[in-house]
Each structure stands twice: as C-alpha cells, then as structure tokens.
C-alpha cells in the first residue's frame, strides 16, 4: 500500500516536531512544509530533506536567500493527500476553505476553535470520531495531558467531577515574545478555557479549570482533583496510570523534583529534540482519600500533542481501525514505551 502523504502548513514549534514524527512512521511520509520567510528553520528543514512551499508573495525572498523553493503553499494541497495545520492559533481557520476548495484533509490544532472542525481528537478517549473525517483538530497541549489521565480513570471508576489547576510556562524555549518573565499571572476569566477544551471529547465530565502563567518556558504542571464515583485506593489509580498510554510515572524520591529534571530526563531517554511526548504524573504524588482523588502532573507542550498528530492522520485517512494498534505503532517510532 502507498504512504499517505502529509503536508505540514506552518514549521514551527509543533509542525516540525509532526514532520519528524511523520517521517519516522512507515505508513506515511512528508509531502512538504510550508514557511512564511526564510528563516534558520526554513533551513533547518531543507537539511532534513523536506521540500519548501511557501506563500506567492515570499518566492522572491526564499530565492534571493538562496532556499531552494518546491512550489507555493497552494501546490503543497494537490501533492498531499492530507495537511497538518500548525500555523499560530486563529490563522488555522483562515486556511479551511482553502482545504476545503483543494479537497484536501485537514488536521487543525488547539489554538483554534472546536466548533472549526466539530470533532476534536485524543488517541485514548475518541479515536474512532475521526475515522475518515474530512477535518478535525487535535486538542491543545494541556488538555491532551488532561485526557490522558482523566479519560482511563473515568472508564475504569466512574468520576463524578474535576478541578484542576494549570501553572502554564509562560513561553516556549524559543520564543522571547511571552511572559511574564519575572511574576506569577493568574487567568481571571474563569473557568478557563481547557475544562470546556476537555469536554469537547468528554462531553459528560463534570470539569472546572483555573489558571496561572508562571515565569518558565520549561513544561505546564498540573494539580488535579478528583471526585470519584466510588472510594479508590492510591495503589488501584496507579494501576490505572501505569496501564495507560503515554502516561509516565516518575519519583520525586529517585530525583525528578520538578520540571527541569524532566527536561533533563527526556534528553538522557535520547529523544528527538529533548521531547518527552508522555504526560508525566508523580507516582508519590498521587493521594486517594475516600471517593477522592488528587495528583500532580507535568505536560511537555512542545511535544505531548505530537503522537496525537500521527495517530489522528491514522484515524482520518483510515489507515488502521483499531486505537491501540495505532498507538503502540506510532510509540514504537517514536521511542514511547507504552
Ligand atoms: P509557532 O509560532 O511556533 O509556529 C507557527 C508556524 O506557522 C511558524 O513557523 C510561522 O512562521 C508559521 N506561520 C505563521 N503565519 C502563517 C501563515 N499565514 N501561513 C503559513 N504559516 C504561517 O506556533 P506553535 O506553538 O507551533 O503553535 C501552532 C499551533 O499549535 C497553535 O494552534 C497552537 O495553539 C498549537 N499548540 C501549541 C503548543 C505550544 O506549546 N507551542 C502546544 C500545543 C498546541
């Protein structure tokens, strides 16, 4: 069977982590990449091999910076079979009608708005919504970390609600536009967007957010609190954890104190980028108490919504019916072990 063919619209923190995500996987590979000017990524991606598209107007700029071009943003649709939308939030929904018009597929990401695509993706709770949909989206990267925990225990123990709050790097690793740099800034429009984000693929949790952007570029850390339907034992939710997938535990006894230690972790795992794709849950940190629950978790934001890209061109493209099956193909290309 041929590879589908994937193009990604915006190589930037998310997209070129999706394109290599792409290119380690056997049923499909890297039809293009798009970018705006021709910057040191532009180059970076030209040295990874992938073709350049980018917008009409830049041609003269890419050519005179001496990048090698392989058509506009417009070609990348009729080489593709689907795009990978991973331009900055709110300028995804700009391109759906270009999708749309080329009959291309398209996978949108958290900065844009459920209602866009009407399906929102996560490979534990609802893979199969995708399957051989037109559009979806990949939700965002606190939530994807949230549906990572939360969607297994709820199958197994039914939770009756949720709240949680988010402490969100400030800003990627790579960007000097965020802040603050120096302050903890609560969101005090509450709740915060991500526990209606949750229920657009749990429609039924009972779940409330806070927020607080705090001076890091490093990860987001969760405290989670959980009303479970029935009294749990620690032991039983670690079972649950520890069975589920891109779920990793961690001890602060053997180290991993907080989120610079992950970091560290990730690129002593040799991952691609330093990337740690699981959502990481402190093992000594999780408390069951009666009927509940509470937890401390890390989300790598570069990086945990990147298998879900994989496994949702899988779902989209009806490349394999089964969820876990997808799962554990796209872990072991990426060095997930479960
Ligand atoms: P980014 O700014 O790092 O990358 C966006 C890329 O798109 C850049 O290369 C930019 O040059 C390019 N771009 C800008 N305008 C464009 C246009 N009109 N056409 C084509 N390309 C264009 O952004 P990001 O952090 O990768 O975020 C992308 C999406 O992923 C957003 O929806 C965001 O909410 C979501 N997301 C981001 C994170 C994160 O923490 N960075 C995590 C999960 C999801």
Not at 217 to 241: C, N, P, Q, Y
Not at 279 to 299: F, H, I, P, R, T
Request: net charge neutral; with cysteine.
């Amino acid at each position: 069977m041929s590879k589908v063919k994937v193009g990604v619209n915006g190589y930037g923190t998310i997209g070129k982590r999706v394109a290599a995500a792409v290119s380690r996987q056997d049923d499909m590979e890297v039809a293009g990449v798009t970018k705006t000017r021709p910057t040191f990524e532009a180059q970076a991606a030209v040295d990874r091999g992938f073709d350049l598209y980018v917008p009409e107007e830049s041609l003269q700029a890419f050519r005179e910076a001496g990048l090698p071009v392989k058509g506009t943003i417009g070609d990348l649709y009729g080489t593709a079979d689907i795009i990978v939308d991973c331009t900055p939030s709110d300028v995804g929904e700009r391109y759906k009608a270009e999708y749309e018009a080329a009959g291309v597929k398209a996978i949108f990401q958290g900065g844009e708005d459920h209602s866009l695509t009407g399906i929102s993706f996560n490979s534990t709770a609802n893979y199969s919504e995708s399957w051989g949909a037109q559009f979806s989206r990949v939700v965002s990267c606190n939530t994807t970390g949230l549906l990572r925990t939360l969607s297994p225990i709820d199958k197994k123990i039914k939770i009756k609600n949720v709240c949680a709050t988010l402490v969100r790097r400030a800003a990627d690793p790579g960007d000097s536009k965020g802040g603050p740099i120096n302050g903890l800034e609560p969101m005090v429009k509450l709740p915060t967007h991500h526990g209606p984000d949750v229920k657009s693929i749990m429609p039924w949790l009972c779940i409330n957010t806070m927020a607080i952007k705090a001076s890091t570029t490093l990860m987001h850390l969760h405290t989670v609190t959980v009303e479970l339907g029935r009294e749990a034992k620690t032991d039983e939710i670690l079972e649950i954890m520890r069975a589920s997938p891109r779920v990793k535990l961690v001890r602060s006894g053997s180290g991993v104190k907080g989120t610079p230690e992950i970091m560290e972790l990730a690129k002593e795992m040799g991952r691609d980028r330093s990337d740690m794709y699981e959502v990481v849950v402190w093992e000594d940190g999780v408390k069951a108490v009666g009927n509940m629950l509470y937890y401390y978790q890390a989300v790598h934001q570069e990086a945990d919504v990147v298998p879900e890209n994989v496994d949702c061109i899988r779902s989209m493209c009806k490349l394999e019916e089964d969820a876990q099956t997808s799962i554990t193909k796209t872990n072991k290309a990426l060095g997930i072990k479960k």
